[in-house]
Structures are given as structure tokens and as C-alpha cells.
């Protein structure tokens, strides 16, 4: 009632005067306080009264322009409640378009989670995946090691017997020739006593070059042997930095992805730049700039927030990789 008059207090005033017209008129037209004259005799007798054309015209005509106030009022009355039910009804379609949009939203926001879960589950077989490759790698070079050590140990033994046996056979040549030349010796001591010297001298010479020659091919051999076995350390160290160096990088790219947020307006697919980054002993970020942009302005400066956000970036444990990783570059593409 109280918001019907604030809303249209002029339809109410009109209402209030047409009532007050109507009621004035009942009292005014009709003498209700007249008692009857008494008749005094059986004659009838016409009594009339004289009423004014003019105010009971003047009168009808207000009653008229009440009337019309009235329904004037009421038209107003009836339009403002037919705009004031447009308006709600236009509010609840808006509302309705509103919550519309908003499950869209949240259906949206529920598919792309789904899909990131999805991609970082694949994320994390593949990188199972490349891990047990690497462990089978390593097994399968430490197989090879191992084979190859007692390959070795057994060409070491072969050398020790064929030594041996090549020594025992030059001490057995050896002390025929000396017994032949203690019996020429003593069968021409004189005359050949210069030949036995030369051919004393001889021998030396001979076991001289035999020793040389043995001593030549056992430095050989060590030789071979270290350089086989510093070529498989360094294959295998080779082998276990590249798998760290490529845990730490991937490492970096994970904890950089987490800690970025897509700027506003870039929303299409493909965005990506490639990002310089200069670390402290400890993986703190000391210096980050974007060496070739995506294009987008926007999203150069929030993959620049993100490697500062991520401070300290992943380290690898070993000190010959850390100097590598002082300065680093890598190219940043979300998934």
C-alpha cells in the first residue's frame, strides 16, 4: 500500500477528491434534517422545488472530471505496473542469461582442468618412460664394463702365461747356447775366444731388443687398456649428464609453467618465447630476459614473471653441470 503511494501519489490524491465531490453532494442535494409537513387537507397539493440547472450542471461536471482524474489515474497506475513488470521480467532474463553463462564458465574451466590433468598424467608417463630407458641404458653399459674388465683380465693372463712361458723358453735357449759355448769355449778356448766375446756381445744385444721389445709391448697394452677405460668412464659420465642435465631443464620448464598466469587477451594457442636466464649458486634467479619474443607483448612480460615467481629454479647436484647451468636459455611453450 505504502510503495502503491509512493509510486503514484497523484492517482491517490484524484481518488481522495473524487470521493470527497461524491460525498459532498449526497449531503448537500438531499435535507435529511426537513421534518415532513403535515398535510392539512385531502386536496393534493403540488409542491415543487426549484433546483439550479446550473449548479447541478457545474456539479455533473465535476463529478465527470473526478471521474476521469480516476480513470486517468488508474491508466497511469496500470502502465507504471505493466513497465515496472517488464522490468523484472527483463531482469530475470538477464539473471537467467547470466547463470547461463556463468555454468558455461564453469563447465569450461571443468573441461580445461580435465584436459591439463590429462596432459600432465601423459606428461609423467613419458618422462617414466625416458627414465627407465635411461636405467636400462645404464644397466646395459655397466653390462659392458663389467664384460669388458674380464675380457681384459683375461688378455692380462693370457700376456702373464705367454710371458711366462716365453721366458722359461729364452732361459732354456739360453743356457743351451751358454753350454754349447762353454764346450766350444773349452774345445778352442784360444782361437775362439774372440768369437765367443762377439758372440757374448751378441746374445746381450739380443736380450737387450727382447726386453725392449717386451717392455714396448706391455706399455702398449696398459696403454690400450687405460684409454678403453677412460673412453667407457667418460661415455658413462657422458650418459649420466645428459639424463640430469635433462631432469634439471625439465625440472625448470615445470616449476616455471606452474607459477605463470595467462595474461588477458591471450587466449589463442601457439604463443611462445624463448627465455634467458642467469642463476646463483643455489638457483636463484640473478638477471631473466626474453631473448626472441612470442609477439605478444603480454605474454613475454608474464613468462618473465613466472621464471622470477619460480626463484630458486631446480640446481644439479653435480658440480660440473652447475657451471652450465650459471647461464641458461630454453624456450617456453604452456601446454
Not at 609423467?124 to 669388458?148: D, F, M, S, W
Not at 697394452?221 to 650418459?239: F, I
Request: contains cysteine.
Amino acid at each position: 500500500m505504502w510503495s502503491l503511494l509512493r509510486r503514484n501519489p497523484l492517482a491517490v490524491v484524484l481518488a481522495v477528491a473524487m470521493h470527497a465531490v461524491i460525498i459532498a453532494f449526497l449531503v448537500v442535494g438531499v435535507d435529511w434534517l426537513k421534518p415532513p409537513t403535515p398535510q392539512p387537507s385531502k386536496v393534493a397539493v403540488v409542491q415543487a422545488r426549484l433546483v439550479d440547472q446550473n449548479k447541478l450542471d457545474a456539479q455533473l461536471h465535476k463529478l465527470d472530471a473526478a471521474k476521469q482524474q480516476k480513470q486517468a489515474a488508474a491508466a497511469v497506475a496500470r502502465r507504471e505496473e505493466q513497465r515496472r513488470l517488464a522490468e523484472l521480467k527483463q531482469r530475470r532474463e538477464q539473471e537467467k542469461r547470466q547463470l547461463a553463462e556463468l555454468e558455461r564458465q564453469r563447465k569450461e574451466q571443468a573441461r580445461r582442468a580435465e584436459r591439463e590433468r590429462r596432459e600432465a598424467k601423459q606428461k609423467a608417463e613419458a618422462e617414466q618412460r625416458r627414465l627407465a630407458e635411461l636405467e636400462k641404458q645404464r644397466a646395459e653399459l655397466k653390462r659392458k664394463q663389467t664384460a669388458e674388465k674380464q675380457r681384459l683380465a683375461e688378455l692380462e693372463r693370457k700376456r702373464r702365461l705367454e710371458e711366462r712361458q716365453r721366458k722359461e723358453a729364452a732361459a732354456k735357449a739360453a743356457a743351451r747356447k751358454k753350454a754349447e759355448a762353454e764346450r766350444r769355449r773349452k774345445e778352442e778356448a784360444a782361437r775362439k775366444k774372440a768369437a765367443a766375446a762377439r758372440k757374448k756381445a751378441a746374445a746381450e744385444r739380443k736380450k737387450a731388443e727382447e726386453e725392449k721389445q717386451r717392455a714396448a709391448a706391455e706399455a702398449k697394452a696398459r696403454a690400450e687398456r687405460e684409454a678403453r677405460q677412460r673412453e667407457l668412464e667418460a661415455q658413462m659420465q657422458a650418459e649420466q649428464d645428459a639424463g640430469e642435465r635433462a631432469q634439471v631443464i625439465a625440472a625448470i620448464r615445470d616449476k616455471v609453467e606452474r607459477n605463470w598466469l595467462r595474461p588477458p587477451g591471450t587466449s589463442e594457442r601457439g604463443l611462445k618465447c624463448t627465455v634467458r636466464v642467469r642463476l646463483g649458486n643455489s638457483g636463484s634467479v640473478l638477471l631473466v630476459n626474453v631473448v626472441k619474443s612470442s609477439g605478444n607483448g603480454a605474454f613475454d612480460r608474464s613468462v618473465e614473471a613466472a621464471v622470477r615467481k619460480a626463484d630458486p629454479l631446480p640446481m644439479p647436484e653435480s658440480p660440473r653441470l652447475q657451471a652450465e647451468f650459471r647461464d641458461i636459455t630454453f624456450e617456453f611453450e604452456p601446454k
